[in-house]
């Protein structure tokens, strides 16, 4: 399939950081009054205060997740496939690698480094989606949300769209609670917010319970991608 075909209303802005690189940014389709929530689960375990309130008020989310997390974590899938309705299970990779091939570190993580590698680290992690939830993945998020150009093309011709983001709530769980609060609770319509649902020894999950609960207080209305984004067909 060809990447044109498959990441619709997905911007490919030069990073600021690495120049040679992309960091994709994604919102949801013009307008849309929803928001987006997406959730990286990188490795170690989950973070109940943000599942417990997810599925509390009904709230849906997409969830990015590794084979490693998946592999840590048999009691949540189990809980996330009792919501099916309510959570959409993405391909986050096999072992949280970048999809970068021309540095050979980024934000003190080894990169993919070739091609091949990155092809490994895309069908590792969608298989693995699948053996677990049934379904195959659509969308595709790296390690570090950032792509060398030509993991970023090997990527969509794999068939995967890449997931970016416009709103980035938690900085990898680095925040403290009030100000991850405080950015959730600026999303815009059409934004597609990108936090961690893996870190609950940090204090920013507590924020993103209270962004959200804030939004859902303004009537904000939540939507997964699957929901946003139409299947290519043909």
């Known amino acids: 399939m060809r990447l044109s075909l498959l990441v619709p ?9 690495l120049a040679g690189d992309i960091e994709p940014r994604l919102t949801l389709p013009a307008g849309s009054h929803a928001v987006a929530l997406t959730f990286d689960a990188c490795s170690g375990a989950v973070d109940e ?26 009691a949540t899938t189990a809980l996330l496939l009792a919501h099916a309705d309510l959570f959409e299970i993405e391909n986050h990779g096999e072992n949280h690698v970048p999809a970068i091939t021309d540095r050979p570190t980024v934000f003190g993580l080894p990169t993919a480094g070739s091609l091949a590698a990155v092809s490994e680290e895309v069908l590792g992690g969608a298989a693995a989606v699948t053996a677990a939830f049934g379904r195959s993945p659509v969308w595709y998020r ?16 794999l068939g995967y769209r890449i997931a970016g983001y416009s709103l980035n709530a938690d900085v990898g769980a680095s925040l403290p609670a009030d ?15 990108i936090a961690h649902i893996n ?36």
């Open 142 to 157: 790296d390690a570090s949300a950032r792509y060398s150009r030509d993991a970023a093309h090997l990527i969509g011709e």
């Open 49 to 74: 205060r943000i599942l417990d309130e997810l599925i509390a008020d009904r709230v849906p989310a997409t969830l990015f997740v590794t084979h490693r997390w998946l592999k840590r974590n048999a």
């Open 9 to 17: 209303f997905l911007a490919l802005m030069a990073s600021p950081a």
């Open 179 to 193: 100000t991850v609060s405080k950015r959730i609770r600026a999303a815009r319509p059409g934004d597609v917010i």
């Open 199 to 234: 870190h609950p020894e940090r204090p920013s999950g507590a924020g993103v319970v209270e962004g959200i609960k804030a939004l859902l207080a303004k009537g904000v209305r939540f939507e997964r991608l699957d929901a946003a984004f139409a299947l290519p067909t043909g």
